[in-house]
């Protein structure tokens, strides 16, 4: 079993690091982050654990505080998914039963260092509680995140990392939940602990891999787009006109509608038929409204919620006097390049990011002056 808890927690650590140093990482991948290190903590206590401790109860049966994290974070990055303008923080509820297995656990420690046989007493009661309430847990959280990836049409590769976390964290339940019926039968000794364990911990070596998969090998196997210079971008095979002014106005602010609830324009491989796919709407027609209701290419259309998306941010950090990072702002709002979101902003806005930023705080001081 040491092996695999060593394994586990130096892979849960590699995870952190790859997805750490993407540059294509969003705000909801930090909840990913934290994930993995939950995972990398509580191998490397159980690594100690089996490494340091003869106590033979101790060994086999003290539960890890830290499991009651992985629920919660993974309920927060698909909420995160589902709206760019969620703050975790609001939830900070979720994490109660963490706080409360943290006690529990400081208190088992604290008892077993006083008393041994005190200690085994307070450990069997506080075995038994967080047991039974990780298994409830590990359905409930899986269960909510996988209802909110049904709500992410548009992003089918967020949605198959969360349904797979999800599943894994399910299933870690339901073998957790075989054991110890088995046992409260007694059908089963409690030397079974050790084999019920070994599987967990091997699952969540798997969520750690599974998260390699979709986050880090995904962003780099995407190969960049090649960009067309000239009238002969963007042109879509010519097809008959056949919504008139006001069927298009209508799928303008149906189309805006969209862009404002889901925030897809963040998704810096955003194209035509994606869209349109998310939204449910022909690529020709939407093709057909933006160029001939709106005057506009549909990367330029793209490009400007993108911009405005840049300039509510500046604003905002610009009043709580929050730094601005030029580069973590472009990826946040869809861009791929520094140079390219420099380029649009100036072409929509007059002024460089930078320029626009001092701007905003020559502003301030004026009217705080």
């Known amino acids: 079993m040491i092996y695999v808890i060593a394994i586990g927690a130096f892979q849960a650590l590699t995870a952190v690091a790859l997805l750490g140093s993407s540059k294509l990482r969003s705000k909801a991948d930090f909840l990913l982050i934290l994930l993995l290190c939950s995972i990398a903590a509580h191998l490397a206590i159980k690594f100690c654990i089996y490494s340091f401790v003869n106590d033979p109860e101790v060994r086999t049966q003290m539960n890890t505080f830290i499991g009651f994290c992985y629920g919660p974070l993974l309920y927060l990055y698909a909420c995160q998914r589902r709206d760019t303008a969620f703050i975790p923080a609001s939830r900070w509820y979720v994490f109660l039963p963490f706080m409360l297995g943290a ?69 870690i339940s339901v073998i957790s939940l075989g054991f110890k019926t088995a046992q409260s039968a007694h059908m089963l000794d409690g030397s079974y602990n050790i084999i019920c364990r070994d599987i967990v911990y091997s699952l969540l070596l798997v969520v750690c891999l599974v998260i390699i998969r979709y986050k880090y090998v995904g962003i780099m196997g995407t190969q960049p787009v090649k960009v067309i210079a000239g009238p002969a971008a963007e042109v879509l095979p010519s097809r008959k006109m056949h919504l008139s ?123 705080h002056d």
């Open 245 to 367: 002014t006001e069927e298009q106005r209508l799928l303008l602010q149906s189309l805006e509608a969209y862009l404002h609830k889901t925030k897809i324009f963040t998704d810096a491989e955003l194209n035509l038929d994606k869209l349109a796919q998310g939204a449910g709407i022909s690529k020709y027609h939407i093709s057909e409204t933006l160029n001939s209701y709106a005057g506009k290419s549909f990367y330029q259309y793209i490009n400007e919620w993108r911009i405005r998306r840049a300039m509510e941010q500046i604003r905002f950090m610009n009043e709580k006097a929050l730094p601005v990072n030029v580069l973590t702002l472009a990826y946040d709002c869809g861009f791929k390049a520094k140079s390219s979101f420099n380029q649009y902003f100036k072409k929509i806005t007059g002024l460089t990011p930078t320029e626009y930023i001092k701007s905003l705080v020559a502003t301030s001081v004026t009217i």
């Open 103 to 171: 006690v529990g656990y400081l208190t088992v420690v604290c008892v077993l260092m006083w008393s041994a046989d005190a200690g085994h007493a307070v450990l069997y009661y506080y075995n038994e509680t967080t047991t039974w309430l990780m298994m409830v847990l590990g359905f409930l959280f899986p269960v909510l995140s996988l209802r909110i990836a049904k709500e992410l049409p548009d992003m089918p590769q967020e949605k198959k990392l969360i349904n797979s976390i999800s599943y894994l964290l399910g299933i």
